[in-house]
């Protein structure tokens, strides 16, 4: 079946903007991540779903992130009034259980 | 504060060589542990995961884990040019927050000499 899909795959916005990064998770899988990863460094974790609520927000960066998931199934990521130190390429990744996850391929975000 | 250690590399073996890839983690409440690839510019793959002490092997990759001393590794046979890649450790425990967090170490890049 599908993968995890994500778009734009590439996103070029100026600062103060708003964007909006979408996650199509894997049919059926119930948990949904999104991670940021910065040019040289690991995956840091943002939030995380379990079917459309959000137990853990812990790694929200600041309130201009903010990430909703409708039906259980599509995620968007929402970052507002935009920094250059939110360029970076996010990542979603979803799980049928706790564990396993599987990635999408990421939208590569810069800010001018 | 959950951490995950991983040499940094560039790690680089000869073709047909053995490959050793290692990750230190910090909470010894810590359940999973997973190893992802990641070519350059592509999203990270899982490779495999672990949960029990000792050695898990799936065709030329085995992953060990020794909880006792918080230490996983990967062991690659016959490395291939087409092995290099950057090598997350990722290690999964319970957050507190109501959910199991996936921390990431920052990944240990490995070349495979022709």
Redesign the interface.
């Known amino acids: 079946g599908a993968g995890v899909s994500q778009s734009p795959s590439n996103k070029v916005t100026e600062k103060g903007k708003d964007v909006e990064l979408r996650c199509d998770p894997i049919s059926g899988h119930t948990a949904l991540?999104w991670?940021r990863q910065s040019l040289?460094?690991?995956?840091e974790?943002l939030i995380?779903f379990?079917g459309n609520s959000a137990?853990?927000?812990?790694g929200l960066p600041s309130d201009r992130f903010s990430a909703e998931r409708t039906g259980g199934s599509v995620s968007t990521l929402t970052i507002q009034r935009t920094q250059q130190e939110d360029s970076a390429v996010y990542?979603c990744a979803s799980s049928l259980t706790?564990?396993?996850?599987?990635?999408?391929?990421?939208t590569r975000l810069t800010v001018l | 504060q959950k951490e995950?250690e991983q040499n940094s590399g560039p790690l680089s073996v000869p073709e047909g060589a053995i490959a050793s890839l290692n990750c230190t983690y910090s909470d010894r409440g810590s359940q999973?542990f997973?190893w992802?690839r990641q070519y350059s510019g592509?999203?990270?793959?899982?490779i495999m995961?672990i949960y029990s002490n000792g050695d898990k092997e799936d065709g030329r990759f085995t992953a060990q884990l020794n909880k006792a001393s918080q230490y996983v590794s990967l062991l690659i046979r016959d490395s291939q040019p087409s092995d290099s890649a950057t090598y997350?450790c990722?290690v999964?425990a319970y957050?507190g927050?109501?959910?199991?967090?996936?921390?990431?170490?920052?990944?240990t890049k490995l070349s495979v000499i022709p």
């Open positions: 991540y991670y040289g460094q690991g995956l974790f995380y379990q137990p853990d927000k812990s990542l706790t564990d396993t996850q599987y990635f999408g391929p990421g | 995950v999973s997973f992802y592509k999203s990270p793959e899982l995961f997350l990722a999964l957050s927050a109501g959910s199991y967090q996936l921390t990431f170490g920052k990944g």
